[in-house]
């Protein structure tokens, strides 16, 4: 009887949004509905990829140098296994180190963007309701940090960071200070926005009747205006998901992100190049196109959001 | 408007001084730099003597005040890796970087421009539904895959253009240049097509937007009633009125073409300031860093101060506003 009473207010809750403007345009959107699909299943193949990886590439007990340079659905002239994209110079099969370095990328660019939004939101929730020197001075702070591009302030917080990390924790801290870097530097985009609504928000009289009641200025922030605030900042996620993933293959590419040790689809692409001209090219193409497909797909889905939810293109 | 000129310098002024107090930090809390400067066998007096000689000893104000006036003279220490003033490594490269600022900027605009008209007056023709097709998958494309499918293209596949590096330079005085000889030439289209690309898309969709709306305007119409050929009514009348936004966003974009040079100089291994600051991240050189952080920040910090000021000079509405 108590799970039934605790599982009843859910299914109108469901069917409510199935038969919300917003879910009606996503079923109606076939490009939508595929990079969400695409988006989902590269997701759980990379949370999974222990599992569906044919091969564990970062262990070396597996590792047979012998397969290295195999080309693609051929099998190899030494061993005679055959991988499905091929395998690098180590002999890793190219299929799971693009599984295990989604992983990783997808990671850095959810936690980056998490990251973001928090200390975007905050900012622009205490700036947009607390106004005076408050809004002055991280409002200043956000139009000096966007006068510079953001893959210019991950570098330079990547690089005062790992400098001030000890020399034994770095390259372990490195995917740390990956995220860190890319979450500052994209914090920004949020906070304007969320300042920008909760403006015409905090003059709205519901607002102003939390305020008689006597809340607190916390709690208005957080259980009123927020919630009010949250479609626009939904769109920005999903389109800083997809730059932080860009920004981050972008570094481990230069060689100043994820260590080798932990490879993500930048640096998988980092040590593709060095055989591009010895005609190796399956090292290269294939984590390239995951990158590209999963940029993609996101910044498709980020589209469609910001379409269906602003309300002057009903 | 004198008080709004006051306030801007101001707080680039304040921007500079935040910077340098990081720049500045970096030097003085990564590592002891009388450890990285003394071997082994050193006594207590001889830290104490260096300790004073190099002014380590005096409060941290006036070691922040010593640094900033060595940064304002482009003394930034040596570099840890190669042994060299900073400044002297950074001068023998920026030509590098320089110059292929500028051929890709050149590129940018011109290309841009070029196709932004051509997308406006051609809207319905298949060539501009290719150009602005390929231009959404130029702006979704990261600079680096650009970079290597150039390479693959044009240096693997085609062996036509080099694939890393400057080619032979000549040197005038201090300035080593790559546009008096053929290879270097050859050398810089690659890397400056890399690099200009996505200003130039961004260059194109501006420029289109603009022109398809000034097109539509009654003073176009008017035109053409006239009797005035397609050609005066679209490069004389449209086109002016379209330029005046466009080159506010070139400037703009001026900062952020030496920025993305660090990713384009790194995938063609071009010898400039770029590569520079990504090799000094990889083996935390922190005087190279600690420069370039600085002389990137100078550089936008000006060119917004610039823009700002011209945008006041121009437009009268911000003048009233930075009054109130």
């Known amino acids: ?314 | 408007m004198l008080s709004y000129i006051i306030r801007r310098i101001f707080q680039s002024i304040l921007v500079l001084l935040v910077v340098g107090l990081v720049a500045f930090s970096m030097f003085r809390f990564v590592g002891d730099p009388i450890e990285n400067m003394m071997g082994q066998e050193r006594t207590q007096a001889d830290i104490v003597r260096l300790r004073a000689q190099l002014g380590l000893d005096q409060p941290f104000p006036v070691q922040y005040w010593k640094f900033l006036k060595g940064a304002a003279q482009g003394n930034f220490g040596v570099s840890y890796r190669q042994g060299r003033p900073v400044g002297q490594i950074i001068a023998e490269r920026a030509p590098a970087t320089l110059e292929l600022a500028a051929v890709s900027g050149f590129f940018a605009i011109i290309a841009g421009i070029g196709l932004g008209i051509f997308t406006a007056i051609r809207q319905k023709g298949w060539a501009s539904h290719f150009i602005m097709t390929a231009s959404l998958i130029g702006v979704s494309l990261p600079t680096f895959l650009i970079g290597i499918l150039l390479i693959y293209l044009f240096s693997v596949e085609l062996d036509l253009l080099p694939s890393f590096g400057r080619g032979d330079v000549v040197k005038i005085g201090f300035w080593s240049t790559g546009f008096l000889t053929a290879s270097g030439l050859k050398a810089l289209i690659l890397p400056s097509i890399t690099l200009g690309l996505y200003q130039m898309t961004l260059i194109m969709r501006l420029v289109r937007a603009e022109m398809q709306e000034v097109l539509r305007q009654d003073y176009i119409n008017f035109a053409r009633a006239r009797g005035l050929s397609e050609r005066v009514v679209n490069f004389r009348h449209a086109l002016k009125n379209t330029l005046v936004p466009v080159i506010t966003v070139i400037g703009l974009q001026l900062g952020s073409i030496i920025a993305f040079a660090i990713i384009t100089e790194t995938v063609f291994q071009w010898p400039g300031v770029g590569l520079l600051f990504i090799n000094a991240i990889q083996f935390v050189d922190i005087p190279v860093m600690a420069a370039y952080l600085m002389l990137i920040s100078v550089m936008f910090v000006g060119i917004n101060l610039l823009v700002d000021l011209l945008y006041a000079a121009i437009d009268p509405r911000l003048r009233s506003e930075s009054a109130t």
């Not at chain 1, 305020?211 to 605030?229: C, D, F, K, T, Y």
């Not at chain 1, 593709?272 to 590209?292: D, R, V």
Request: proline share 6%; charged share 10%; hydrophobic share 55%.
């Open chain 1, 1 to 314: 009887m108590t799970t039934a009473k605790i599982k009843r207010p859910f299914a109108p809750r469901l069917r409510a949004f199935w038969a919300s403007d917003l879910a009606w345009s996503f079923r109606h959107s076939p490009v939508a509905f595929a990079s969400f699909i695409f988006v989902c299943l590269l997701t759980f193949c990379a949370i999974f990829a222990p599992l569906i990886a044919p091969h564990d590439p970062f262990n070396p007990a597996t590792l047979n140098l012998m397969n290295g340079f195999t080309a693609p659905g051929t099998p190899n002239a030494f061993t005679g296994e055959s991988f499905v994209l091929g395998t690098d110079d180590q002999g890793r099969d190219v299929f799971s180190t693009i599984l295990y370095g989604m992983r990783i990328s997808l990671f850095v660019g959810f936690a980056a963007v998490m990251l973001g939004m928090v200390l975007g939101i905050t900012a622009g929730l205490v700036a947009g309701y607390r106004g005076g020197w408050t809004e002055t001075i991280i409002m200043r702070i956000a139009d000096v940090q966007l006068t510079f591009p953001a893959i210019l302030v991950a570098m330079l917080i990547f690089g005062i960071t790992k400098s001030f990390t000890p020399v034994e924790y770095r390259d372990q801290m490195a995917i740390w200070v990956l995220i860190l870097a890319i979450g500052l530097s994209d914090w920004v985009q949020f906070a304007r926005v969320v300042r920008g609504a909760t403006l015409v928000e905090k003059n709205k009289e519901y607002v102003q009747a939390a305020q008689l009641v006597g809340r607190s200025g916390l709690a208005i922030m957080v259980r009123h205006i927020l919630p009010n605030v949250l479609s626009p900042v939904l769109v920005i996620a999903t389109i800083s998901l997809a730059l932080a993933i860009i920004a981050e293959a972008t570094l481990s590419f230069l060689g100043v992100g994820a260590p080798p040790t932990q490879p993500s689809l930048g640096t998988l692409i980092r040590i593709g190049q060095g055989f591009l001209f010895s005609g190796e090219w399956w090292i290269l193409f294939f984590p390239a196109c995951t990158l590209l497909a999963l940029a993609l797909s996101v910044n498709l889905l980020g589209d469609w959001l910001r379409d269906a939810l602003n309300p002057r293109l009903r």
